[in-house]
């Protein structure tokens, strides 16, 4: 078992930045995919980007070339990193690790507002 704690979220103004983290532990050393999901109000969950064990990453069309996603294994901890953020990223953002079983956060809010 897995467990994720998502950290680094909170009010940013349009066109600012934020970096979220999520610390795992657990039986960490059975994780091959790490990723960041969003959900917001009234919307379903959806993927924002994944990083796997050999590195490759993917984003959604929403976000790329505006987030970055990275992973440092000796803190295991994955990271969201989150420029020109923009109002319809305002979501809670959920950290997500598959390791036979899928694991969650508990979620961090992000909101994007003047």
């Known amino acids: 078992q897995v467990q994720l704690v998502e950290s680094g979220g909170g009010l940013v103004q349009p066109g600012g930045s934020l970096r979220l983290s999520c610390a795992a532990s657990?039986?960490?050393?059975?994780?091959?995919?790490m990723g960041w999901y969003r959900q917001a109000p009234g919307k379903q969950r959806e993927l924002v980007a994944l990083?796997?064990?050999?590195?490759?990453?993917n984003y959604a069309d929403s976000v790329k070339g505006r987030f970055t996603i990275s992973r440092e294994y000796a803190k295991n901890t994955v990271y969201l990193q989150m420029n020109s953020l923009k109002p319809e990223d305002t979501a809670v953002y959920y950290c997500?690790?598959?390791?036979?079983?899928?694991?969650w956060g508990q979620g961090t809010q992000v909101t994007v507002s003047s």
């Open positions: 997500n690790a598959h390791s036979g079983v899928i694991s």
């Open positions: 657990g039986s960490i050393f059975s994780i091959n995919l």
């Open positions: 990083i796997r064990n050999n590195g490759f990453t």
